[in-house]
């Protein structure tokens, strides 16, 4: 018996994961979000290029390539992070169990 990988998957229902290079992970972006990837390359490169550490720049791009991910699904990354507002505000947003969930999702 072999073992099968087990992590991200592109297979339905997943969204393609954009390519894990600075330009990739930019062209995936949803427009509003552009500015703060832009400032913050600036300054995690401005950072490695002190240090001489890249360390700060591969963290950058883990970080940025999970949110040029989700926003794959425009629609869905959008109503993610308004729901994340609406948390954070301390409103009360609906929620559906975890096994829901993982049904919807063929887990």
């Known amino acids: ?7 991200p998957t592109n297979a339905p229902p997943f969204l393609p994961a954009p390519d ?15 500015g703060d990837f832009d400032r913050e390359f600036r300054a ?3 950072e490695a ?14 970080r940025w390539w999970r949110v040029a991910w989700s926003s794959t699904d425009a629609s869905g990354h ?8 609406e948390l954070t505000r301390g409103e009360d947003v ?13 887990l």
């Open 49 to 62: 290029t002190e240090t001489l550490d890249l360390t700060v720049v591969t963290s950058f791009l883990e």
């Open 94 to 106: 609906p929620t559906r169990p975890w096994a829901e969930v993982r049904e919807r999702l063929g």
């Open 1 to 7: 018996m072999t073992a099968e990988p087990h992590g």
């Open 78 to 85: 959008r109503a993610m992070l308004e729901r994340a507002d």
């Open 20 to 34: 894990k290079t600075p330009r990739a992970i930019r062209a995936a972006l949803l427009p509003e979000e552009v």
């Open 44 to 46: 995690v490169m401005a």
